[in-house]
């Protein structure tokens, strides 16, 4: 089994992903590409595709539910990176369950994280 993530992809299609400026800055060491970001505010912006009715990041390739994977993942926002997988730390986790249920998924069990994981 490969990691749950690579087959869903819900999340990057089910919130608004904002990011302080600074993370799309590179002269303060940001990562993020600018131009697939929007601004949301004067300290904010935003990953563009995902500050919309039916939010989906620009960043994202693939088809949810199917094979899917972030175009920019070793620069993806902190947000990205801090949204953790149900039970990949030990409990579950309601925006991973809330986004999979968008997209008819039942929420990840804690063998199928653990058997992902152990896959890498
Ligand atoms: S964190 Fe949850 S919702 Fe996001 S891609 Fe992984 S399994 Fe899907
Ligand atoms: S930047 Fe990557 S991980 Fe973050 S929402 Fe977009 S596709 Fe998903």
Same mark, same amino acid.
């Given at each position: 089994? *490969? &990691? ?5 992809? !819900?999340?990057? %299609?089910?919130?608004? @992903? *904002? =990011? &302080? +400026? /600074? ?7 940001? @990562? #993020?590409? #600018? !131009?697939?970001?929007? @601004? =949301?505010?004067? &300290?904010?912006?935003? $990953?563009?595709?995902? +500050? *919309? ?5 620009? %960043? ?8 899917? &994977? ?7 926002? *902190? ?5 953790? $997988? /149900? +039970? ?12 999979? %249920?968008?997209? /008819? $998924? ?8 653990? !058997?992902?994981? %152990?896959?890498?």
């Amino acid at each position: 089994m *490969s &990691h749950p993530c690579l087959s869903c992809g !819900a999340c990057c %299609a089910a919130y608004r @992903v *904002s =990011l &302080h +400026w /600074s993370e799309a800055e590179p002269s303060l060491g940001g @990562v #993020v590409p #600018v !131009a697939l970001t929007e @601004v =949301l505010d004067a &300290h904010q912006r935003c $990953m563009r595709g995902t +500050w *919309s009715k039916q939010p989906r990041c620009v %960043a994202l390739e693939g088809d949810i539910g199917g094979r899917t &994977h972030c175009t920019i993942y070793d620069a993806r926002p *902190s947000a990205c990176r801090e949204l953790r $997988m /149900s +039970w990949e730390d030990g409990a579950p986790n309601p925006q991973c369950d809330r986004a999979r %249920a968008l997209y /008819s $998924m039942a929420p990840l069990t804690k063998e199928d994280a653990e !058997a992902g994981l %152990a896959a890498g």
